[in-house]
């Protein structure tokens, strides 16, 4: 990356680093362990999440890293739509669900796999279920 290209990243990994704090508040309402912490921000350390959450801002945030907090972001956008009750906004995650895509397992289940795709596929869902709503 030459330093044309590690300038126009910056603001990325800037605004990363504000909202890394907010995602781990999310995550922690969300009642995640560390592995499901782990596996939903795609971190292979304790460590690295360890050191993410203490010091956020030094943080290497990458667009990987960027991309799943954006749909953390969304997810819990989408929560605070569909339900009134904070309860129900923070414990659905981890509900087992009976819609067909979901099939008895839970939201974090399926973000568990470690994917990307898999908080896009969750994200979908409730996109569908609020009607595009904002």
Not at 37 to 61: C, D, I
Not at 70 to 93: A, G, M, P, Q
């Amino acid at each position: 990356m030459n330093a044309s290209q590690a300038k126009q990243n910056q603001p990325q990994a800037d605004a990363g680093n504000v909202v890394l704090p907010v995602v781990f508040n999310i995550l922690d309402k969300w009642s995640c362990t560390q592995a499901q912490q782990m596996a939903v921000l795609g971190l292979t350390s304790r460590s690295t999440l360890n050191k993410y959450r203490s010091h956020p801002e030094s943080a290497k945030v990458s667009k990987d890293l960027l991309e799943r907090m954006s749909y953390i972001l969304n997810i819990h956008k989408c929560l605070r739509i569909l339900f009134t009750s904070d309860e129900s906004v923070y414990s659905w995650v981890q509900k087992p669900n009976s819609h067909p895509f979901f099939a008895g397992r839970s939201a974090m289940d399926v973000m568990m796999q470690g994917k990307v795709v898999d908080l896009y596929q969750v994200v979908s869902r409730l996109n569908a279920w609020r009607g595009g709503q904002s």
